[in-house]
């Protein structure tokens, strides 16, 4: 390619970019936002124009004469899928994140890879036929198990030893005939939260899922740090002091083997037996399979039991937080998963074992909140992580191929 169609391109991509994030701007805001000249800027937008991918609108507010960009409805469409454990969530975003359909679906059992994706397959296929999508410009897809984002494929998942290796890039782009990523489910969650989440507009967080299993996604300058291999966020078996509860990784004290989704509902079923809960004896009598909503209802209604089971679980979480607070001085903790529905007792317990142990600068604007997007997070992430790939500078001549 030639240099100089390399500055077209990479221009045209820049503006798109910022014409897509922002929503609506002005001429004058992308200048003001992309350093280029007025002159070239015109020559840009009149391109994107006349590709169909951008349009001019009138301001609402009559005062404002500027005529405002925005991305076209309905040009074209890319997919963001979330599988969880049990469940898979589907949603297909217009080229503006504006959601053109949602729908999410029971997985019994996704022990086998090949009936698993034959499933997404069939359903993704079913819902670009029911909402007349006639391509899939891009699809992002995000797993719950550790993933090889360059190649695409599963590495070693420890509860679905089956996927190791299976090609999931290489199938969904062949069925699709369009460009894949396949990324963890942490890493899309902390991209959905920080694209229209608790910590848009923030360049430096970390978002800590708390299930089942214990991850975080880390995003630093605006980007997912993935490390060396991609396994870069896998706290999950790093040590709590003092703790010697075997993990089932081998080790002890694992922070998932004391504050995971299972050794909480393991120890829940301990406090009702044990008559030790009043409020989880009950469930269990009436029948209950005890799970995190049963310890999150007793810590509502006051059982001392329930309320220092969360607390525990939290000051586990705060302890690994704490380590990552001092060494990434992030500006947020967002925690999201199955148990960010343990409230005050839980954040109060994680925010004070950061403090106690943080340098004061490196916390007192720090903020420990929950997802905002909750279940949103995850499919919001995967579209976001495919559009910002299929728009990029190096990928931008590709992706017109499809108009
Ligand atoms: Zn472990």
New binding site residues.
């Given amino acids: 390619m030639k240099p100089s169609e390399l500055i077209t391109q990479n221009t045209t991509a820049q503006i798109y970019n910022i014409i897509r994030t922002a929503g609506e701007i002005n001429r004058m805001g992308i200048t003001r936002l992309s350093g280029v000249s007025k002159s070239t800027i015109s020559i840009q937008i009149n391109k994107l124009i006349s590709l169909g991918l951008v349009e001019e609108i009138s301001p609402e507010n009559s005062e404002q004469r500027k005529l405002k960009l925005k991305i076209r409805e309905g040009i074209g469409q890319v997919a963001g899928i979330f599988l969880g454990t049990t469940k898979l969530k589907a949603v297909i975003f217009n080229l503006d994140m504006s959601i053109l359909c949602e729908q999410e679906y029971h997985f019994e059992n996704i022990s086998d890879p090949v009936e698993t994706n034959s499933r997404i397959i069939e359903i993704l296929k079913e819902l670009c036929d029911q909402y007349r999508v006639r391509r899939l410009w891009g699809i992002g897809l995000g797993f719950p198990f550790p993933v090889d984002f360059t190649e695409g494929k599963p590495d070693s998942p420890p509860n679905v030893p089956l996927w190791h290796g299976y090609p999931l890039k290489e199938l969904y782009e062949k069925e699709f005939s369009c460009p894949v990523l396949i990324e963890n489910d942490v890493n899309v969650m902390a991209l959905g939260e920080g694209y229209m989440g608790s910590t848009r507009n923030e360049a430096d967080f970390l978002f800590i899922k708390a299930g089942t299993g214990i991850g975080a996604g880390l995003i630093i300058d605006g980007k997912i740090y993935r490390g060396a291999k991609g396994c870069a966020g896998d706290i ?2 790093i040590p709590i002091d003092g703790s010697t509860v075997l ?5 002890k004290g ?1 922070l ?2 004391v504050a995971g989704g299972k050794a909480l509902t393991g120890l829940a079923k301990e406090k009702a037996e044990s008559g030790e809960s009043p409020f989880l004896a009950q469930r269990l009598k009436e029948g209950c399979e005890l799970s995190a909503r049963d310890i999150n209802d007793g810590a509502i209604a006051g059982d001392l039991s329930c309320i220092k089971l969360v607390q525990d679980a939290g000051k586990a979480v705060g302890q690994v937080a704490e380590k990552l607070v001092s060494f990434l001085n992030p500006s947020s903790i967002v925690i999201g998963g199955g148990l960010a529905n343990f409230g005050n007792h839980y954040i109060g317990a994680i925010r004070e074992a950061i403090i106690r142990r943080s340098l004061h600068l490196a916390t007192y604007e720090l903020r420990v909140c929950f997802s905002e997007l909750k279940d949103m997070s995850g499919p919001m992430g995967a579209g976001t992580l495919i559009l910002d790939h299929i728009f990029s500078s190096k990928e931008f001549p590709e992706t017109l191929k499809r108009i």
Avoid: K, L, P, R
Wanted: proline residues 0%.
């Fill in positions: 999950g078996h993990c089932h990784c081998g080790n694992c998932e083997a």
